[in-house]
C-alpha cells in the first residue's frame, strides 16, 4: 500500500508540472552584442513585474525583458548611440533618443549611457508611451552606467513648454 500511494503521489506531481510548465511562455529574442557587460547585470534585477497593465513575460535571452504578449521588450547593451538629429528625450530622469518610428513598432535607445538600453514598443497597442517609458525609465536607472552626455534639444509638452 505505502509503494502504491509513493507512486500517486509522483504521477501527481508531474502531471502538476505538466500542466503548469503548459501555462508559462518564454519568448525568444536575440540578447544584444553586450549583454554580458556587468552594467546589464544590474539593470536586469531591476525589471518590474508589470509595466502598466503588462505583465511581465519570461524570455530566453540574457539581459532582456518583456511584457505583455509581448507589446514592450527590454534589451541590455546595444550599441551606445553616437550624436544625432533624432528627437531625443528626457522621461523618468533618462535620456531617450528615439529611433525607427515605423508603422508597426518604436524603438527608443538610451542616450549617453554605455552600455545602452534599447526598448521596442509594439504599435496598434491601446498603451500611453509616455507612461510605460517612464516606469521603466524609473525601475532600471539605479542600475544604468552613469551618463557620459545628454540630450541638448527638449521634446515640447502639450502645453508647450519643454520637458527635461
Known amino acids: 500500500m505505502p509503494r502504491f500511494r509513493l507512486l500517486a503521489v509522483i504521477a501527481g506531481s508531474l502531471a502538476l508540472v505538466t500542466a503548469l510548465s503548459g501555462c508559462s511562455t518564454t519568448v ?11 552594467a546589464c547585470a544590474e539593470v536586469s534585477v531591476l525589471l518590474p513585474d508589470a509595466v502598466g497593465d503588462l505583465d511581465r513575460v519570461w524570455t530566453d535571452a540574457q539581459a532582456t525583458g518583456a511584457w505583455g504578449d509581448p507589446t514592450l521588450v527590454l534589451r541590455c547593451g546595444v550599441e551606445p548611440p553616437a550624436p544625432s538629429t533624432d528627437v531625443c528625450t528626457t522621461i523618468g530622469s533618462v535620456d531617450w533618443l528615439v529611433l525607427d518610428q515605423e508603422e508597426e513598432r518604436q524603438r527608443l535607445v538610451t542616450y549617453g549611457r554605455d552600455p545602452a538600453v534599447e526598448v521596442i514598443i509594439r504599435r496598434g497597442e491601446e498603451i500611453d508611451f509616455r507612461t510605460v517609458v517612464e516606469s521603466l525609465s524609473t525601475s532600471i536607472q539605479s542600475g544604468l552606467a552613469p551618463a557620459t552626455a545628454r540630450c541638448t534639444d527638449r521634446v515640447p509638452t502639450e502645453d508647450g513648454s519643454d520637458k527635461g
Open 28 to 38: 525568444h529574442l536575440e540578447p544584444a552584442e553586450d549583454a554580458n557587460d556587468p
